[in-house]
């Protein structure tokens, strides 16, 4: 098992239709590839985990790196994991906003792009993984 952990930013201002579309074509090439994982959308910035077979994921994420709806990708983690956290998803979605981080964190960021400047690879898995949604 392994995972990879990334944020990026949209190129244009995403409507509804536009995330609709992206989840779509994500679901159904991640079942394709038996990769699973959750994405973050907040205000405009992509979070999103990916986790499955090493290959796979990589393929997963050489795929999105090519997206041109898509800039300013960065890796902040990945590696080998004990096993899946979302294995019933082949991409779980949330829209949080900056407040739900802040109340998450319990401090005041001022915006979305300075919160990821200063998270850690562990601020951001609890992010992904704190969703009393699913």
Not at 71 to 87: C, D, E, N, S, T
Request: charged share 25%.
């Amino acid at each position: 098992m392994y995972y990879l952990i990334y944020f990026a930013y949209e190129s244009f201002p995403f409507k509804k239709e536009d995330l609709e579309d992206l989840l779509k074509q994500t679901r159904e090439k991640n079942a394709n590839h038996q990769v699973t994982g959750k994405l973050l959308y907040v205000e405009g910035t992509f979070i999103q985990l990916l986790e499955g077979n090493e290959q796979a994921v990589k393929s997963i994420f050489s795929a999105i790196e090519r997206d041109k709806r898509i800039i300013a990708l960065k890796v902040v983690a990945q590696g080998p994991a004990m096993a899946r956290h979302f294995p019933d998803w082949s991409m779980a979605y949330e829209k949080i906003s900056l407040a739900d981080i802040n109340q998450l964190e319990q401090c005041e960021h001022k915006g979305v792009k300075e919160y990821l400047t200063n998270a850690t690879p562990f601020r951001l898995i609890k992010l992904i993984a704190s969703n009393p949604l699913l």
